[in-house]
């Protein structure tokens, strides 16, 4: 009878029926170790973190250390925003359990399969929670590492939560196989619950709003099930934009408001809080208050697009403030004006000052653009400009040289975006003698630096100087 009430018990949870698992859960025998670890499950779906971590607790003292229940306590970690918490169990899961699959026993040394062995370590799972946490950290490299520390397998042998991650990180590098393998795992049952926002949100970020708009039109039935109801006004704003622009701006600013207002609460929330010395109750607010601005930005920088689209970079500048993103949109905006190149760095310099010691973690068309600025300032009025650039520049070559020493294989494009740049802005101000030395020099070598994207780049140049009938 305990094997069946407990059968129907997973049945209901996998079918979020919660409520009637919970009471089965309940007619568990009293010492039965397994009441404890699922009432922390079901505690888990109902979003009530904290009682979840502490039934994981309990149970880890009744049951001993287990890798799935070191794994759960580092997810309840996580969704509480306690990350070097759970980084700690998500080590811990590693160190013991990173040794699965070196010994293959004579199997293909390309995949250790998805054994018994593999699945009890929970080491795939806290690795993929591990990607997680840097992911949201904006740690990037230390990500990717997650992923390359797992076991190997075949694609065909990857779980959904490892294929969805490997689809997020590599979006940059191969856009077109990204979208497939998140296309993929939305016909998949069940998927990742963050795949249906993250495909339609990554459509709208390379602007293919008719594939967007396709995908939500194809599955209404997770459109209440996956999306928030600001990812769905957004992303509804966002690809009506394209066909009626008002009408989109009219939405993004009721969507503004409503996040300015709650910024504005919170404000004030925080400022009380801190008076009466309540650290935690503190951190908490402003917690809240940054998951607020971060939802209000997006809105923000959408209606900034729209005026940039027109070219009304004035108005653009105006919709910005202090925030770190709005700085390099200021930066961006101010740049494009031409006449404010030394505005735009003022702009640009913070953002590469605080990332000096490693210029390669810079966007790269940040730092091009500086040069730039650094360039055209000297032409109107100082000239020791023109020696920053040249410093940034040879900075920069330095640390590719040292990035290629430790990865022969690593490609960095940075002091290629930076010379392509500069040499379309002598190109564009007529002097193609210059400017095509500059586009020539970052293309080499060819091997490392000619792809698809400085190809394009490259290309423009050399038809321009073609239009113009100049011989370099």
Same mark, same amino acid.
């Given at each position: 009878?305990?094997?069946?009430?407990?059968?129907?018990?997973?049945?209901?949870?996998?079918?979020?029926?919660?409520?009637?698992? =919970?009471?089965?859960?309940?007619?568990?025998?009293?010492?039965? +170790?397994?009441?404890?670890?699922?009432?922390?499950?079901?505690?888990?779906?109902?979003?009530?973190?904290?009682?979840?971590?502490?039934?994981?607790?309990?149970?880890?003292?009744?049951?001993?250390?287990?890798?799935?229940?070191?794994?759960?306590?580092?997810?309840?970690?996580? =969704?509480?925003?306690?990350?070097?918490?759970?980084?700690?169990?998500?080590?811990?899961?590693?160190?013991?359990?990173?040794?699965?699959?070196?010994?293959?026993?004579?199997?293909?040394?390309?995949?250790?399969?998805?054994?018994?062995?593999?699945?009890?370590?929970?080491?795939?799972?806290?690795?993929?929670?591990?990607?997680?946490?840097?992911?949201?950290?904006?740690?990037?490299?230390?990500?990717?590492?997650?992923?390359?520390?797992? +076991? %190997?397998?075949?694609?065909?042998?990857?779980?959904?939560?490892?294929?969805?991650?490997?689809?997020?990180?590599?979006?940059?590098?191969? %856009?077109?196989?990204?979208?497939?393998?998140?296309?993929?795992?939305?016909?998949?049952?069940?998927? %990742?619950?963050?795949?249906?926002?993250?495909?339609?949100?990554?459509?709208?970020?390379?602007?293919?709003?008719?594939?967007?708009?396709?995908?939500?039109?194809?599955?209404?039935?997770?459109?209440?099930?996956?999306?928030?109801?600001?990812?769905?006004?957004?992303?509804?704003?966002?690809?009506?934009?394209?066909?009626?622009?008002?009408?989109?701006?009219?939405?993004?600013?009721?969507?503004?408001?409503?996040?300015?207002?709650?910024?504005?609460?919170?404000? *004030?929330?925080?400022?009380?809080?801190?008076?009466?010395?309540?650290?935690?109750?503190?951190?908490?607010?402003?917690?809240?208050?940054?998951?607020?601005?971060?939802?209000?930005?997006?809105?923000?920088? &959408?209606?900034?697009?729209? #005026?940039?689209?027109?070219?009304?970079?004035? =108005?653009?500048?105006?919709?910005? &403030?202090?925030?770190?993103?709005?700085?390099?949109?200021?930066?961006?905006?101010?740049?494009?004006?031409?006449?404010?190149? *030394?505005?735009?760095?003022?702009?640009?310099?913070?953002?590469?000052?605080?990332?000096?010691?490693?210029?390669?973690?810079?966007?790269?068309?940040?730092?091009?653009?500086?040069?730039?600025?650094?360039?055209?300032?000297?032409?109107?009025?100082?000239?020791?400009?023109?020696?920053?650039?040249?410093?940034?520049?040879?900075?920069?070559? =330095?640390?590719?040289?040292?990035?290629?020493?430790?990865?022969?294989?690593?490609?960095?494009?940075?002091?290629?975006?930076?010379?392509?740049?500069?040499?379309?802005?002598?190109?564009?101000?007529?002097?193609?003698?210059?400017?095509?030395?500059?586009?020539?020099?970052?293309?080499? %070598?060819?091997?490392?630096?000619?792809?698809?994207?400085?190809?394009? #780049?490259?290309?423009?140049?050399?038809?321009?100087?073609?239009?113009?009938?100049?011989?370099?």
């Amino acid at each position: 009878l305990g094997k069946v009430v407990k059968l129907e018990s997973a049945i209901k949870y996998r079918e979020e029926d919660l409520n009637n698992a =919970r009471i089965l859960v309940e007619q568990y025998p009293a010492d039965d +170790p397994d009441t404890e670890m699922n009432l922390a499950c079901l505690d888990y779906k109902d979003g009530d973190y904290d009682k979840a971590l502490e039934r994981f607790n309990n149970a880890t003292s009744i049951m001993g250390y287990q890798p799935e229940l070191a794994y759960s306590i580092a997810l309840c970690h996580y =969704r509480k925003k306690e990350y070097p918490q759970a980084l700690k169990f998500i080590t811990d899961i590693v160190n013991r359990e990173l040794g699965v699959g070196m010994v293959t026993e004579g199997v293909d040394l390309r995949s250790v399969g998805n054994t018994m062995k593999l699945h009890e370590t929970s080491l795939v799972e806290a690795l993929n929670l591990k990607f997680a946490v840097e992911y949201k950290l904006k740690n990037f490299a230390a990500a990717q590492e997650a992923l390359t520390d797992m +076991p %190997p397998r075949t694609e065909e042998e990857l779980d959904a939560v490892t294929l969805h991650n490997q689809a997020l990180i590599g979006i940059d590098k191969n %856009p077109a196989d990204c979208f497939a393998k998140l296309q993929y795992l939305l016909s998949q049952n069940p998927f %990742p619950p963050e795949t249906f926002a993250n495909l339609l949100l990554l459509y709208c970020k390379y602007e293919y709003y008719d594939l967007a708009a396709d995908v939500l039109a194809e599955n209404t039935h997770l459109t209440f099930k996956y999306l928030t109801q600001y990812q769905y006004d957004y992303l509804d704003a966002v690809i009506n934009l394209q066909t009626t622009p008002d009408e989109a701006y009219a939405k993004f600013d009721a969507m503004a408001n409503d996040q300015l207002n709650e910024l504005r609460s919170l404000t *004030k929330r925080v400022q009380e809080i801190r008076q009466s010395n309540d650290e935690t109750a503190a951190r908490k607010a402003v917690e809240a208050f940054d998951e607020t601005l971060e939802l209000y930005l997006p809105i923000l920088m &959408s209606q900034a697009k729209i #005026y940039w689209d027109k070219c009304d970079y004035a =108005r653009v500048e105006r919709i910005f &403030s202090e925030h770190d993103i709005w700085k390099l949109n200021v930066a961006h905006t101010l740049f494009m004006q031409e006449q404010k190149f *030394k505005e735009a760095a003022g702009f640009y310099e913070p953002i590469v000052s605080k990332n000096f010691v490693n210029l390669l973690e810079v966007s790269a068309i940040i730092l091009a653009n500086l040069c730039v600025c650094y360039i055209m300032t000297n032409q109107n009025e100082e000239v020791y400009h023109l020696f920053y650039a040249e410093e940034l520049m040879r900075k920069v070559e =330095r640390e590719e040289e040292d990035a290629r020493e430790l990865d022969e294989c690593r490609k960095t494009f940075h002091v290629c975006i930076i010379n392509l740049v500069i040499g379309t802005l002598y190109c564009s101000k007529g002097n193609f003698e210059f400017g095509i030395s500059r586009v020539i020099k970052a293309m080499e %070598p060819q091997e490392r630096k000619l792809g698809t994207d400085t190809w394009y #780049y490259t290309k423009r140049c050399l038809l321009a100087t073609i239009g113009k009938d100049f011989i370099v």
